[in-house]
């Protein structure tokens, strides 16, 4: 009787989560959760990927699981995963509940701002029983972006303007975890509220927008040197644009800074280089970084 009272104590205080079943084979179906994932420690786990996972190295070698917008379900099945990790968006939440149907436990995740991001680190930590680790890498993330925006704001605000593609003009709105991230970086976006997160302009919107830097995302495999090139040769019909004037027109590496994931303080920096390189030097390597 002592004895069965002293068990019933112990599995009381024992945590729940060495009773559940941790899983051992995980599948993720976007780049930016691929990321999270292996720096929580998971990449042994991993057994598939969405194809367009590239970061870290490791994950070019694990098995694909189908393309970001269209994940292939009986890959995935095939995998035998006990953890499939994916985004709330429509494709994402049709595979997972055929997944779910299958018995497959998944876990969806939205990730739409920094703040979400640190949620789903959060999330996915406690999924695979490394909350630890969770906390440590939100707490990297969240340091860096600190010790940014404290740098950044010993300078004057820098009017951004964010080009995401030129034909058609499509740029970055305020509803975008890309304009948090010029904000921590000391810039302000002359793109105005929309109900569009990506907006369209035309010529005048350019020409009268006044900012000092532009910013355009790297498209493709074309080598970045050839597209700042490219973008320098483009934006020179705004010769009235500060931005153009002054030579501020910065191809970068979109992987960094447009993946919502743990390299994002990165990102960060890179771009408060473009817009304060007299606070955050060698601002120029954007303009050959590969």
């Known amino acids: 009787m002592i004895m069965k009272n002293i068990l019933t104590i112990l599995l009381i205080f024992v945590p729940c989560s060495l009773f559940a079943k941790q899983p051992e084979r995980i599948v993720s179906l976007s ?5 999270i994932v292996f720096a929580l420690g998971l990449g042994n786990k991993v057994v598939g990927v969405a194809n367009e996972s590239d970061w870290p190295v490791e994950a070019k070698q694990k098995p694909k699981m189908g393309s970001f917008w269209q994940p292939n379900t009986e890959a995935i099945i095939a995998a035998k ?36 991001l640190y949620s789903a680190i959060e999330q996915i930590g406690k999924a695979a029983d490394s909350n630890d680790k969770a906390e440590l890498l939100n707490s990297k993330i969240q340091n860096k972006i600190r010790q940014i925006k404290i740098e950044a704001a010993a300078a004057k605000k820098v009017k951004v303007l964010w080009a995401v593609q030129t034909e058609p003009m499509r740029v970055v709105g305020v509803k975008t975890f890309i304009n948090e991230i010029i904000e921590i970086a000391g810039g302000q976006n002359v793109i105005a509220p929309t109900g569009d997160q990506y907006p369209s302009i035309g010529t005048e919107a350019i020409m009268t927008s006044g900012a000092d830097v532009i910013i355009q995302s790297a498209m493709g495999t074309e ?11 483009f934006w020179g019909k705004f010769a009235n644009i500060p931005a153009v004037k ?10 960094t800074v447009l993946r919502l994931g743990p390299r994002i303080a990165e990102g960060a920096q890179m771009v408060a280089k473009c817009l304060h390189p007299e606070l955050f030097t060698q601002a120029q390597e954007n303009k050959t970084e590969k």
Do not use: M, W
């Not at 990790?85 to 149907?101: G, M, N, S, V, Y």
């Not at 080598?223 to 040769?233: I, V």
């Not at 002054?246 to 992987?255: A, E, R």
């Open 81 to 116: 995963p006990d953890l499939v990790i994916c985004e709330t968006f429509l494709q994402h939440k049709e595979i997972a509940e055929t997944l779910k149907r299958s018995g497959i436990k998944v876990l969806s995740l939205r990730i739409e701002s920094i703040e979400e």
């Open 223 to 233: 080598d970045l040197k050839k597209q700042q090139e490219s973008a320098e040769k």
């Open 246 to 255: 002054n030579n501020k027109i910065y191809v970068i590496n979109p992987d």
């Open 31 to 35: 780049p930016n959760l691929t990321e």
